[in-house]
């Protein structure tokens, strides 16, 4: 019997531990395969809610939304976009006069006064020259007629600048120092000067050829048509206000000097925008100002906007709004409310 040959009791117990060991490795495999497989299984989940997500993407917060029952619709008016013209304009008060301003006047002459004073003492200077000391004039008389002629050069000066602080202009100034005489208005009798006082602020908006609205406490229904005629260079210290002048027509005489007056200035020419009533526009208690929109006169959906000027009940919508959309135009207050109100138990 060969030595070398193995009982088969012996060769069955030796292989049983083999083929244990060659097991464990196996299930190592499988069990190292399925936790792949499951993280796998698991990444392509992710990705797939992944890329669902990016395919509808979260919506962005939706605008706060009513809904109202036709029985409610007559709370609300409801009505489109439109354009309308809003003026751009500024206002001040003043005073009704049947003259020219009476510091303007008293202006004028002392302009008139100072422009015929130094006239007369350039005249003497130029004669005391042309004399000299060969006719024995003396030196003095010589020197008080310069003194003179400089004095009233710095009067004339003076008078310029006043005049031209009223609102005159240079060229007015030498024809009004030529001709002798005090500028006057149109003449006729129709013509009244209203004294207006604006906003210091507003100055630099005011300039002559506007156009102005004046009314008078007395005369509640009347409008008068004026025009600027003249914008002060000056601004009072103590109200901070500055002076326009503004020449009104009232051909029926009904102004009285002294009266009162609200005076609207036109700054230019009215901006054609977007607008709706006031009644469409609600503010926030953070202070932003929003109108509500519909498409289908059921569902209202507020929406915040930029508004400018007012006119007329009307407001100007800079941004938010385009022509044509259904908008709620009386009646926005109550779908605030609406939106605020507690949910009901029903």
Same mark, same amino acid.
């Given at each position: 019997?060969?030595?070398?040959?193995?009982?088969?009791?012996?060769?069955?117990?030796?292989?049983?531990?083999?083929?244990?060991?060659?097991?464990?490795?196996?299930?190592?495999?499988?069990?190292?395969?399925?936790?792949?497989?499951? +993280?796998?299984?698991?990444? /392509?989940?992710?990705?797939?809610?992944? &890329?669902? %997500?990016? @395919? =509808?993407?979260? $919506? *962005?917060?939706?605008?706060?939304?009513?809904?109202?029952?036709?029985?409610?619709?007559?709370?609300?008016?409801?009505?489109?976009?439109?354009?309308?013209?809003?003026?751009?304009?500024?206002?001040?008060?003043?005073?009704?006069?049947?003259?020219?301003?009476?510091?303007?006047?008293?202006?004028?002459?002392?302009?008139?006064?100072?422009?015929?004073?130094?006239?007369?003492?350039?005249?003497?200077?130029?004669?005391?020259?042309?004399?000299?000391?060969?006719?024995?004039? +003396?030196?003095?008389?010589? /020197?008080?007629?310069?003194?003179?002629? &400089?004095? %009233?050069? @710095? =009067?004339?000066? $003076? *008078?310029?600048?006043?005049?031209?602080?009223?609102?005159?202009?240079?060229?007015?100034?030498?024809?009004?120092?030529?001709?002798?005489?005090?500028?006057?208005?149109?003449?006729?009798?129709?013509?009244?000067?209203?004294?207006?006082?604006?906003?210091?602020?507003?100055?630099?908006?005011?300039?002559?050829?506007?156009?102005?609205?004046?009314?008078?406490?007395?005369?509640?229904?009347?409008?008068?048509?004026?025009?600027?005629?003249?914008?002060?260079?000056?601004?009072?210290?103590?109200?901070?206000?500055?002076?326009?002048?503004?020449?009104?027509?009232?051909?029926?005489?009904?102004?009285?000097?002294?009266?009162?007056?609200?005076?609207?200035?036109?700054?230019?020419?009215?901006?054609?925008?977007?607008?709706?009533?006031?009644?469409?526009?609600?503010?926030?208690?953070?202070?932003?100002?929003?109108?509500?929109?519909?498409?289908?006169?059921?569902?209202?959906?507020?929406?915040?906007?930029?508004?400018?000027?007012?006119?007329?009940?009307?407001?100007?919508?800079?941004?938010?709004?385009?022509?044509?959309?259904?908008?709620?135009?009386?009646?926005?207050?109550?779908?605030?409310?609406?939106?605020?109100?507690?949910?009901?138990?029903?």
């Amino acid at each position: 019997m060969n030595e070398n040959i193995t009982p088969p009791e012996l060769h069955s117990a030796r292989a049983m531990p083999r083929r244990k060991r060659l097991r464990y490795p196996a299930v190592i495999a499988v069990g190292v395969t399925a936790g792949m497989l499951f +993280a796998l299984s698991g990444q /392509e989940s992710d990705a797939d809610q992944s &890329q669902a %997500a990016g @395919a =509808a993407p979260p $919506a *962005a917060a939706s605008a706060p939304t009513v809904k109202l029952a036709p029985s409610q619709l007559g709370s609300i008016a409801i009505g489109q976009a439109q354009t309308y013209p809003f003026p751009v304009k500024r206002e001040a008060v003043g005073s009704v006069n049947f003259d020219d301003d009476p510091a303007l006047i008293q202006a004028e002459s002392t302009l008139l006064a100072a422009a015929a004073t130094y006239d007369l003492t350039n005249k003497e200077l130029k004669r005391v020259r042309s004399l000299g000391n060969a006719s024995g004039i +003396a030196q003095k008389e010589l /020197e008080q007629a310069i003194s003179d002629e &400089q004095t %009233a050069d @710095a =009067a004339l000066r $003076a *008078a310029r600048d006043g005049v031209r602080a009223l609102g005159k202009s240079d060229a007015q100034i030498e024809a009004m120092i030529k001709s002798g005489e005090i500028e006057r208005s149109a003449g006729r009798s129709e013509t009244r000067w209203v004294i207006a006082n604006a906003l210091e602020t507003d100055s630099p908006l005011f300039h002559p050829g506007q156009t102005a609205k004046v009314s008078v406490l007395a005369l509640p229904d009347r409008t008068f048509d004026g025009e600027v005629t003249e914008v002060y260079s000056t601004v009072d210290p103590n109200s901070h206000r500055v002076t326009l002048r503004i020449q009104v027509t009232d051909p029926s005489g009904e102004l009285r000097s002294g009266m009162l007056s609200d005076v609207v200035i036109e700054l230019q020419k009215p901006e054609v925008s977007i607008g709706m009533p006031e009644n469409g526009v609600v503010r926030l208690p953070d202070g932003s100002m929003t109108v509500w929109i519909t498409s289908d006169r059921s569902n209202f959906f507020q929406r915040i906007v930029k508004t400018g000027l007012r006119e007329d009940g009307k407001v100007q919508i800079l941004e938010g709004l385009k022509p044509g959309e259904s908008v709620v135009t009386n009646g926005a207050v109550f779908l605030d409310n609406l939106l605020e109100a507690p949910p009901s138990d029903d």
